[in-house]
């Protein structure tokens, strides 16, 4: 089993900045991919952005390029989001997640087998 807990919400003002962290533990090598989703109420669940384990390449939301980083530290078993010059409509839970599948399309949130319960981040205009 993996287990994923996210840290590092909060509430900040609209321009402000956040760094998401994502502790990983349990049998790491079970997973190839991570990703961040959010979810805002009322709302589905929206990929944030991905990268593979063994890579660093990364793959973003069009809402968020340019804003926010994905990164991972694989020997501390971390997962990172680097969020910058907010917006109050990135108001939501933010979800860290892990999963096996290789192929697909990265925001489908059912290639992801492993969840963290979420860290809340509200944005205030």
């Known amino acids: 089993q993996v287990q994923l807990v996210e840290s590092g919400g909060g509430s900040v003002q609209a321009g402000g900045s956040l760094r998401l962290t994502c502790t990983v533990s349990?049998?790491?090598?079970?997973?190839?991919?991570m990703a961040w989703f959010r979810q805002a109420p009322g709302k589905e669940r929206d990929g944030v952005a991905h990268?593979?384990?063994?890579?660093?390449?990364?793959v973003y939301a069009d809402s968020v390029k340019g804003r926010f980083t994905i990164s991972r530290d694989n020997a501390k078993n971390m997962l990172y989001l680097q969020m910058n010059s907010l917006k109050p409509e990135d108001t939501a839970m933010y979800y860290c997640?892990?999963?096996?599948?290789?192929?697909?399309?990265?925001?489908?949130?059912?290639?992801?087998?492993?969840w963290g319960l979420g860290t809340q981040v509200t944005v205030s205009s």
């Open positions: 997640s892990a999963g096996s599948a290789y192929g697909g399309r990265w925001s489908d949130s059912g290639l992801y087998k492993y």
């Open positions: 349990g049998y790491t090598r079970t997973y190839y991919r």
């Open positions: 990268i593979y384990t063994g890579s660093t390449d990364t």
